[in-house]
C-alpha cells in the first residue's frame, strides 16, 4: 500500500486517424480540460505510462505531451509524488468563461417546475443550524457505546453475509425484522409478525410511504395542533387537506377531529409523548380514536418517535397494540434511541397493505442498505439495545430534572413547562408580549438553539413558546444553559 | 461484558391504587402478554429486582408472582441463564384467537388506499430472485477490497466526526461532495461543484426526487424503448405520460422523439450504456437531443448507471458536459461500481433546481446516513477507489469475453450479442418462436437467473432475447454456465 495510487485519468479524446499528431491531440486534450476546470490546479495526473495503456496508445507521444505541459506551466512535477496541475496557472486559464457554461447560461429559456415541488421549501430556520444546549433530537452521542458498536460494525463489514449484501427485499432482512418484532412486542406491545415489518430510512421516510399508499390529492387528515411539521410537510407534499386537531393534556381531542371532519381518510397522532407539548394519549380518547377509526374507514398514523424514554410512570401500550381492526400504521425510529445520522426506521404495516407498501417502497428506492440491518440485528440480540436504552432513560431523566429545576430556579413563575415526563425535550409557553421566532433568532446568533413553538401550530390559536431538548447537556452545565436563555427573554 | 444484559422489561401495567394485590397484578399483566403473543415461548423475562425497579414497586411482590408463573408452568428456569417463558407452553394458550387481532380482523369495514398507491405492484417475478451466473447488476463481491473497506468503515465508527454525525444537510457532507466532484469532472466531464451535488440512497431515489421537483400528473417524458423498467414505474407513479421512443446502435433517435411529442416536459436517456440494448449515444444524437431540450424548454434526466467500464474505446464525456444551457440533471450510482446494497448515488443539479431538490428530500427522507459518505470519502481520497475501478475494468473485460466467445462457440448463429462494449451485461436477441419469459422463467427453477428482455419495451415492436450479467460470473465457469443457458434455450 505504500505505492500511492494511480489518480482516475481524465475524459481525453485520441483519434489515430485524425491528421493531428497523437502528441498533439493529448496536449491539447489537457489544455481543454484543465482550461474547462475538469482538472483543477493541484490535481495529480496520471503518469505517462498508465495514460498511454488508457489510451491504447505508446507512451512516446504522451510523454511529448507532458513535457510540453510541463514547459508551459500547465503541469508542474513533484519529486516522488508524481506530475500534478500547477497550482499558479494564470488566472485568464482558471476563470476562463468557458469554465462554468452552467451558471453562465441558467435562465435562459423556460425552466418549467412541477407544481408539487414547489409546495416545499427548502427553508432552514436560524435555530435549526446548531449543536449543543437545547438542540432537539440531539442524543447523548458521547454516551453511545462506539466501541461495542464499531465491533459489530467491523463484523459485518470485513466478512459481509452474502445474502445480506445481496438481500434486495423492499422489506429489509428477515433478521432485522424479527429482532424489531421482538423488541417491539415486548416493549410497546405492538401486534405483528416479520412479514409486517418494513425497515425505512427514518421516520420522515415512513411518513412518506405511508402518504403515498394512503393518502391521495384532495385526502383529508386530522394533524394533531400544534404538531410535528415535518409530517405536516408530507401531507402537504401529497397534496391532502391537512384539518388541525386541537390537542390537550390528554392529547388529540378526537370529538373535535370528529366535529370538523368526521369522514377524514386518516389521522396522525403521536400519542406516547405529543410533539410538541408532551401529552401522552390517555387511554378513553385512544379508545375514542380506535373507533372513530374503524367506524369511518380511516387509518391512523401513529408516530411512536421517543417512547423509549418514560421517566415517571411504567410505559405504556401503543396505540396500535390496542387495535383491533388493523386500522393503525405504527412508525417507530433509531434516530433517537441511538442516533439520527443512522437514517434508520420502521413501519408495522396492517398485513392487507404490505404488498402496497412494498411496491410503493421499490419504486421509491428499491431496498434498504445492508449494514446497520446487521448491527442493530446484533446490538439487539446481545443486549446492548436494551441496556443503553435503560442507561440512557436514567440520564435523560437526570437532565430533564435538572433542566425542569434550573428552570423553576432562575425563571420560575415566568414560564410553564409542559410534557416533561418522557422523551428528549419539554416544551414551555412564554408570558404575552414575547416573540418566541425572534427570541430562537437573537439566540440562534449567539450559539443557543431554543426551538420556536408557535410554528408547530397549524390554526389560528397560536401560542409562543420554546421547544427544549435535553438530551445533550450535561446536568452540570444545565444551570448555565438555562441562565443563557433567561437572558435572551429578558 | 460477562454478564448477560438484561432484558427488555415488557408492558406490564401496576397501579397501588387499584384492588387487585400487586402480585396478582404483574401475574394477570405476565399472563396477558403471554396469551396475547407479545411473549413468546423461549423468550428471556428480566430478574425480579430489575422488573421491580422498572415497575417502581417493592421485589416481593414480583418474586411472588414470578414463584406462580413458575409453577403453572408459564415459566421456566434455566440455571445461571435467567428466566423464560416456557418452550412448551399448551397450545390453548398459543394459539389463543386474542393473539394475533390484525389479521382475525383485517377486510372489516372499508380499507380505502390511494389511486397512486395502486399505480405499482410488487410484482418480482422469477428471475429476480437469485444470485449467480448471469445476474444483472450483481458486481463481482469476491473482489471487493472488504479488508481496506473495513478498516476505513472503523475509523469512522468507532470516532466519527461529531459534524458528519450531526450533519443534516440534505445534500449530504459537504467533504463527500467535493470528492465526487473531483471524479466527475475528470472522469466524466461533468461540469460541478459541490454545491450542485446531492447524495442519494441509489439512482432510483435519484430518479423519484428528479420526478416530484420536475414533472407534474400529465407531463410528457420520452423514455427509450426498449429501456429500463425500474425508471419508467417513477415516472409512472408521477401520473406522467410516457413516450416511448426507439434507440438503434447510436441510442435514442431524437428525431423520432420529436415526432412524437415535440413539448414533451422531458427525456429519459443512458447514453453511455443504453439500457439494455447498450448503445453509446452517437455524438450527433447528443448534440441533437440537448438541442431540442433547450429550444422545447425541457429537461434531460441522464442515468450513467455504469459508465466506469469501458472495453474498447477511451472514455467519453457525459452528455452533461456538452451541456451549455444548464439542462441535463446527471445520476449516478456506487452500486455497480462498489456494491448494490451499500444504497448510495448522487444527482449533479442545475444550480437554480438546488433549493427545489433539497426541499423536495427533506420531505422525503431529510438527509442521507453519514457512514458510507465518510468511508467513500476517503476511499475516493486514498486512491482505492481509482484502483478498484481499473482492477474491476480489466476482470469485467475478460469475463464479457470469456462470455462473447462462450456464446460464439456454443450458440454462434442462433443469437445476436448487442452492446458489450461498456459495463457489466450485455443482451442476446432470440430466434423467431421463441419466449423470453418463458426460457427465463423455467430456468429460474434450475437457478440461472436470464433477465428478459421484451418486458424493457413499453410500445408494440417487442423483440425476445436476454439480457445476461457477466459481473459475477468467473471466467473458468462461463462456458458452463453459457452450455446450460443453450440447454434452455432448446
Wanted: net charge positive.
Amino acid at each position: 500500500m505504500a505505492k500511492v495510487a494511480e489518480p482516475i485519468a481524465p475524459v481525453i479524446a485520441v483519434d489515430r486517424k485524425a491528421s493531428d499528431p497523437l502528441h498533439k491531440q493529448v496536449y491539447d486534450g489537457f489544455r481543454m480540460v484543465i482550461v474547462r476546470g475538469n482538472l483543477r490546479p493541484g490535481q495529480r495526473v496520471p503518469s505517462s505510462r498508465s495514460l498511454a495503456v488508457e489510451l491504447g496508445i505508446s507512451r512516446i507521444p504522451v510523454l511529448n505531451a507532458y513535457a510540453q505541459l510541463l514547459a508551459e506551466g500547465y503541469f508542474e512535477s513533484r519529486k516522488g509524488a508524481g506530475t500534478f496541475v500547477s497550482d499558479s496557472l494564470p488566472e485568464s486559464l482558471t476563470v476562463c468563461k468557458e469554465r462554468t457554461p452552467q451558471s453562465a447560461q441558467v435562465g435562459s429559456g423556460p425552466r418549467p417546475v412541477a407544481r408539487r415541488g414547489l409546495l416545499m421549501t427548502a427553508e432552514r430556520p436560524p435555530w435549526a443550524r446548531g449543536f449543543g444546549a437545547f438542540g432537539v433530537h440531539q442524543p447523548a452521542f458521547e454516551h453511545f457505546p462506539f466501541q461495542i458498536w464499531s465491533s459489530i460494525v467491523a463484523r459485518h463489514t470485513r466478512s459481509p453475509r452474502l445474502s445480506a449484501i445481496h438481500n434486495i427485499d423492499a422489506l429489509g432482512t428477515e433478521t432485522f425484522r424479527e429482532a424489531i418484532c421482538t423488541y417491539l412486542r415486548t416493549a410497546r406491545a405492538v401486534h405483528c409478525e416479520p412479514n409486517q415489518v418494513m425497515i425505512v430510512a427514518g421516520s420522515q421516510q415512513a411518513l412518506e410511504i405511508s402518504a403515498r399508499v394512503l393518502l391521495g390529492r384532495g385526502s383529508s387528515i386530522w394533524v394533531e395542533d400544534p404538531g410535528y411539521r415535518l409530517a405536516r410537510n408530507v401531507f402537504a407534499g401529497a397534496g391532502c387537506n391537512l384539518i388541525p386537531v386541537p390537542i390537550d393534556e390528554d392529547g388529540m381531542i378526537v370529538s373535535a377531529g370528529i366535529k370538523r371532519c368526521p369522514k377524514a381518510r386518516a389521522a396522525y397522532v403521536t400519542p406516547s409523548h405529543q410533539y410538541p407539548l408532551g401529552a401522552t394519549m390517555s387511554a378513553g380518547r385512544r379508545m375514542q380514536l380506535l373507533n372513530w377509526a374503524q367506524s369511518a374507514g380511516s387509518w391512523i398514523i401513529e408516530d411512536d418517535y421517543d417512547s423509549e424514554y418514560r421517566f415517571k410512570s411504567a410505559p405504556i401500550s401503543s396505540l396500535q397494540g390496542l387495535d383491533r381492526n388493523a386500522r393503525v400504521i405504527y412508525i417507530g425510529t433509531f434516530s433517537k434511541v441511538l442516533f439520527p445520522s443512522l437514517r434508520l426506521g420502521y413501519i408495522v404495516i396492517p398485513e392487507d397493505l404490505v404488498g402496497h407498501f412494498a411496491a410503493v417502497r421499490s419504486a421509491m428506492d428499491i431496498f434498504p442498505p445492508y449494514l446497520y440491518q446487521e448491527t442493530i440485528t446484533d446490538f439487539m440480540r446481545e443486549g446492548h439495545f436494551a441496556r443503553h436504552i435503560r442507561k440512557m432513560r436514567l440520564l435523560y431523566g437526570q437532565r430533564r430534572t435538572a433542566l425542569v429545576n434550573s428552570i423553576r430556579d432562575q425563571l420560575g413563575p415566568e414560564l410553564e413547562i409542559h410534557g416533561s415526563q418522557a422523551g428528549m425535550h419539554l416544551a414551555v409557553t412564554l408570558p404575552k408580549g414575547l416573540s418566541d421566532q425572534e427570541i430562537a433568532a437573537r439566540a440562534a446568533a449567539k450559539g443557543l438553539w431554543l426551538w420556536p413553538l408557535s410554528p408547530s401550530y397549524l390554526g389560528k390559536h397560536t401560542r409562543q413558546g420554546l421547544i427544549l431538548g435535553f438530551g445533550n447537556t450535561p446536568v452540570e452545565e444545565m444551570p448555565r444553559a438555562v441562565s443563557q436563555l433567561r437572558e435572551h427573554l429578558r
